[in-house]
């Protein structure tokens, strides 16, 4: 099969959602096709004899590619440098560390709605209170209740000033 027609099938798991997770499974896979090289000039290769990373099997399932045979590796390498290259990613921040299941499901969303390939980051920032923000390589959104109350600041200690008044 061709890259270009692979790349367009290409699918990743709820799992894998950072480039950090993409730049590791790399490594993985590039450990992984030397494993296989050493392998086939010694004897006949089976799944047995291979050490294979659980997030790289997972990734390898999920696209119906076998780890024993090199060419379906070749191709998933390609896959994974041209999505490092190509990624789209979201930058979300919260106030608390969101659960893996959270995570997943919004991976999912995001899939599924705005594009299959794109990754995410998180990061924490307890000072947002309630809500997140999102940005991108040139938008910045900000759904959080300390931007709710910046924007009305003014009327707030206006009406703390009326209630502490009387």
């Known amino acids: 099969m061709e890259l270009n027609v692979f ?7 709820k799992t894998v959602y950072q480039m950090g997770q993409i730049r ?9 096709i030397d494993q296989l090289d050493s392998l086939q000039n010694q004897e006949l290769v089976t799944k047995d004899k291979l050490k294979v990373n ?10 119906n590619l076998d ?7 070749i191709l998933l390498q390609g896959a ?16 608390q560390r969101p659960r893996p299941e959270f995570i997943y499901t919004l991976v ?12 995410i980051s998180v990061g924490y920032n ?12 040139n938008k910045y959104f900000d759904f959080s209740l300390a931007k709710r109350f910046s924007s009305h600041h003014q009327e707030l200690v206006n009406l703390i000033r009326e209630v502490t008044e009387t």
Do not use: C, M, V
């Open 7 to 13: 790349y367009d099938s290409f699918k990743l798991p």
């Open 24 to 32: 590791l499974l790399k490594f993985d896979l590039a450990s992984l």
């Open 54 to 63: 659980h997030l790289l099997l997972e990734l390898l399932e999920f696209n």
């Open 67 to 73: 780890y024993t045979k090199r060419s379906d590796l």
């Open 80 to 95: 994974l440098e041209s999505l490092e290259s190509q990624a789209q990613i979201l930058h979300f921040s919260f106030n």
């Open 108 to 119: 999912e969303w995001l899939r599924g709605n705005i594009g299959p390939k794109i990754l």
């Open 126 to 137: 307890p000072s947002l209170g309630l809500g997140f923000t999102i940005r991108t390589d």
